[in-house]
Nanobody
Framework: QVQLVESGGGLVQAGGSLRLSCAAS????????VGWYRQALGKQRELVAT???????TYADSVKGRFTISRDNAKNMVYLQMNILTPEDTAVYYC???????????????WGQGTQVTVSS
């Protein structure tokens, strides 16, 4: 079994910063691409940032220059540093990872349960 657990969300004032963490645990052989997505109330889930197994990184236009995705492969951790937060960043943030559980298995997409980020004006 594989689990992704996010942490680090909370309430912050506009202009502030938060760092989200995502811990992957369980039967993991390798982790491919990882990413952060968010879903605001009444809206569809949207991509925030992704990082491939190499170094290819993609950011949503709305967060470029403010957010940074990083990963620690040795610890099976993914991070999202969020700076200069605005009320428009308020959402539930989800971690996503493509994980191979064994050398023989295929790749499966896993999601965390989400962590709430609320930015007050």
């Amino acid at each position: 079994q594989v689990q992704l657990v996010e942490s680090g969300g909370g309430l912050v004032q506009a202009g502030g910063s938060l760092r989200l963490s995502c811990a992957a645990s369980g039967s993991i052989f390798s982790i491919g691409s990882v990413g952060w997505y968010r879903q605001a109330l009444g809206k569809q889930r949207e991509l925030v940032a992704t990082r491939a197994e190499g170094s290819t990184i993609t950011y949503a236009d709305s967060v470029k220059g403010r957010f940074t995705i990083s990963r620690d492969n040795a610890k099976n951790m993914v991070y999202l540093q969020m700076n200069i937060l605005t009320p428009e960043d308020t959402a539930v943030y989800y971690c996503n990872a493509s994980i191979r559980r064994s050398i023989r298995s295929g790749v499966t997409d896993y999601w965390g349960q989400g962590t709430q980020v609320t930015v007050s004006s």
